[in-house]
Each structure stands twice: as C-alpha cells, then as structure tokens.
C-alpha cells in the first residue's frame, strides 16, 4: 500500500480538485491510500459528494493555511499547523511515503529541505518535471527552485537527472543537454559557459553539448538542464503553446460539414496525440534530492493533474525496484571529501 498525503488546501481550486482527483486516484489504482491534509470540516464536505472506498481516502486535520503571498521561511517557522507543515511531516515521519501540493513553491521548497531534508552532498534540490516530446518524455531540470544556480549546481542536477532518468522512467544512458542560445561550446551567459566544460568532462553523464529551446520537443535529449529562471520560462511557455495548439486545432475540425466529417474519422487518434502532450497527464515536479518524495503541482492544477500526481507514486515505487540494486559512489566533490552516492540518492526515489 502506497501511502500519499495531498495538500488540500493549497492551490487556486482548494480543496474542490484535490478532492476530486483523489477519489479517481484511489478508483484507478486500489493499491494506493491518499491522506488528505486540510481542514477537516472543509475537505469532508467535500468528500462527502463522492461515493468511494472509506479506507482508501482520509483526512488529516491542519487548522492553517499558508498563503502564496506569505513570505515562506516565516510560514513554515509559525504555522505549524498548516496542510503543507503537517503533510510534510508525515513523510518524514514515516506516515505516508509521499506528499504532493499545489501550495506556495517557497513554502514546500523551504519545508521541503527544512522538514523532509537533504540527502547528505546535495547542494541544491531541484523542481524536476517530465514534458512531453516527439520521442517520449525529457526531465526539465530546474524549472523553478533555484533561480541563482552556480555551475556545481547544474552539474547536481545533470547527475541527479540522469540517475532520475535512468532508475525511475528507464532510460538507459540519458541524453544530457543544457540549454543555450546556440549549439557552439563558446555561446551563453556566464553561468553556461563556466557549465558546459565540468558537464563536458564528467565521466558519469552522457553529456550532448548545448541544446537550443527549439530542440527540446524534438526530444534532442533525455535531460534538459538549466537554472530555474530559464527552466520555468520554458516550462510555462510549452504549456501555453501545447493548449493554444490543441484548442485551435479543434476549432479547424468545426468550421465546416467536411471539417465535422474528417474529424469524426481521424477523432481516435488525434485525442491519443493530443492527450501525449498534455502537460498534466505527467501529474507534477518531484523536488528531488530530498530524504523522501515531494511533488509540487501547479496552482491552477484540476483534478486530473492531481489524479496524475497521486499515481506517480506508484508508478515511482515500482520503478525504483529496479535500481534497488544499483552501487557505487558516482561524485566526488572537487577538492573534498564529500561523497556523492547512488546508495545515498536512492534514498530519494525509495518512493519514486
């Protein structure tokens, strides 16, 4: 049994989403139970519109509420009775293996390392999300916790992505790329060009080179790296143009009879296409490098992203079965002593 607290009072839809993709989470996959954190008056009203399995969905009581606007190291300090506070501890208390919210990204970047806590080498944990490509999926790392990287940030998150990658969605040998405004070695800001020549030599990456943001839904590489102020900019932009694109399609298929008639035939398969790049079918972006799983969800998210989000768990646990065996030390920090292992980053996907 999988357990999976969820945020329900945080995001723009709270708790009407959460609930809702909650109780078709636990419909899916009855090998899951999901904890839902929030007020308990609120989140029960809700829940009691559903017909669903009473084992499966529980809440958790958590009498405050941290706001977007709240500045989120205070939040976390003095409302330690907030959803986000009282889901974090569950996962680092063992009660549940994951926690997911659409909440303030400070507050769960802060609570995330604060409560859950860093895996021991770990510099900076990074927001992590999969997007959609003409080959499968990438992982875009960061798309929005550390918006002032340095260069042995991105060389974390390259190996992090990799292992990421590799253990978790099975790819063997990542494409490694950071992202640039052209393919020589010698283009980029200050930041990439100090980048590119430690990603260049690391012998535990396999490293592409640079990749322009045109490339990247081309599937020009598995792992797609770059800081958060540059990631989240793709990010939000890919996902306006994914929905620009479908709903203008879908207006082409209704302006005439012929239209109507071609669309009813090509209707299957162009709703599975569609459906490949729909950000949310990939739920949301785990923050990695922690001691255990948070995921973070957009603030608009539906209950489908929620729904997504819950099942990456699973999908998570099941996956990382594989990599249970894997050893070795992968890093060692330039001029210290510091060990970064693939035995200590497993602890990480232990719920991946």
């Known amino acids: ?58 809440v958790v009581n958590a009498s405050e509420v941290i706001a977007t606007e709240e500045p989120p190291v205070n939040a976390i300090r003095k409302k330690k009775d907030s959803s986000i506070v009282v889901g974090m501890n569950l996962v680092k208390n063992g009660q549940a293996d994951a926690f ?65 990658m590799e253990h978790v969605v099975g790819i063997k040998n990542p494409r490694v790329g950071i992202v640039n405004i052209g393919v020589e070695e010698e283009k980029g800001n200050a930041l990439v060009k100090e980048t590119y020549p430690l990603l260049k030599e690391n012998p535990y990456i396999n490293f592409v080179g640079s990749i322009e943001a045109r490339e990247i839904p081309n599937g020009a590489a598995d792992v797609v790296v770059c800081e958060a102020f540059v990631g989240n900019v793709i990010l939000k932009l890919y996902e306006g143009v994914g929905a620009t694109l479908i709903s203008k399609v879908k207006q082409g298929m209704m302006t005439s009879l012929r239209s109507k008639i071609g669309a009813l035939l090509v209707k299957p398969a162009l709703k599975e296409t569609l459906k490949s790049f729909d950000a949310s079918e990939y739920g949301g972006a785990p923050l990695l490098g922690l001691k255990g799983l948070v995921v973070k969800t957009h603030g608009s998210s539906k209950a489908n992203e929620f729904k997504n989000s819950i099942l990456q768990c699973i999908s998570f646990s099941e996956d990382s079965a594989e990599s249970a065996g894997a050893s070795g ?4 920090q330039q001029g210290g002593s510091e060990r970064w292992s693939l035995k200590n980053y497993r602890r990480s996907l232990r719920m991946y």
């Open 1 to 58: 049994m999988i357990r999976v607290a969820v945020d329900a009072m945080g995001g723009d839809n709270a708790p009407v989403e959460m609930v809702a993709g909650a109780v078709e989470a636990v419909k899916k996959k009855p090998e899951i139970q999901v904890l839902l954190v929030g007020q308990e008056k609120t989140v029960q009203e809700e829940l009691s519109k559903y017909t669903y399995d009473k084992e499966k969905i529980q």
């Open 100 to 164: 997911v919210s659409a909440g303030s990204s400070g507050a769960i970047l802060v609570g995330g390392q604060v409560i859950v806590g860093r895996i021991k080498g770990v510099e900076r944990p990074p927001l992590a999300p999969l997007i959609p490509t003409e080959k499968g999926v990438s992982l875009l790392i960061d798309c929005g916790a550390n918006v002032d990287a340095r260069p042995s940030h991105l060389v974390q998150f390259a190996m992090m992505g990799s292992i990421y």
């Open 329 to 332: 030390r992968l890093y060692e």
